[in-house]
């Protein structure tokens, strides 16, 4: 199985702060995704990347994948950006997907 | 168009009961995979149907059974409930037989308890 790490477990900002969120795994992968999910359960697919950048208004997703390392950015953070962000990477059998335990984000105003 | 939808929405039980939870995919969407949620954990594989047929299974129980209709909604089913099954479950659909390298759309999950 593919062990997902999170850094940090919780993470308490200021609005305006820049935000990272770090993600490592231990097994190569093809795809790497990033959620988020909100008090009451319901999960939002973020980015899924398999190598590279990618970039949502203010969210960026990195992948370093020789490194086995994906980092999650929040610039300008808001309050309504507060929940709990996961990582999750694919299995081997490719029909999975392992997930970290997540990063719980609350931005204060 | 709707997205995908889980029934009940919040479900209590007592142990040695069989509960059964219903998941329809968004419009389209072949695939269904079933998470268990735990408190303060993230979700854990339970399974993957594609075209009505089983593509993966977690490390769960054989309490665990799941199934998928022709109309490509699914089933999942637990027997004998376990204090231990409460949980968030979550059905996510996306379009291709390989779930993991394809964008999910979740559900809002079924919260069971189970006392």
């Known amino acids: 199985k593919n062990e997902v790490e999170q850094s940090p477990q919780n993470l308490t900002a200021q609005e305006g702060e820049f935000i990272t969120i770090n993600c490592s795994y231990s097994v190569g992968i093809s795809a790497l995704h990033w959620l988020q999910q909100h008090p009451g359960g319901g999960i939002v697919s973020l980015f899924m990347?398999?190598?590279g950048k990618k970039k949502h208004g203010r969210l960026i997703a990195t992948i370093n994948i020789q490194e086995k390392h994906s980092s999650l950015h929040i610039t300008a953070s808001h309050p309504r950006d507060s929940a709990v962000y996961i990582c999750a990477v694919n299995s081997n059998s490719g029909y999975a997907l392992n997930f970290g335990k997540g990063t719980s984000l609350l931005v204060t105003p | 168009d709707a997205g995908v939808t889980q029934s009940p929405t919040h479900l209590i039980k007592t142990r040695g009961q069989h509960v059964t939870l219903r998941c329809s995919p968004i419009s389209g969407h072949k695939s269904v995979s079933w998470y268990q949620q735990v408190l303060g954990q993230g979700p854990q594989f339970i399974f993957q149907y594609y075209e009505k047929e089983e593509r993966g299974r977690g490390n769960f129980p054989d309490r665990f059974s799941a199934r998928q209709f022709p109309n490509y909604s699914s089933e999942l089913n637990v027997n004998a409930l376990l204090l231990g099954d409460s949980a968030l479950y979550l059905c996510a659909s996306s379009l291709s037989s390989t779930a993991s390298t394809d964008t999910q759309y979740f559900g809002p999950g079924t919260r069971l308890t189970v006392l």
């Open positions: 990347l398999s190598s």
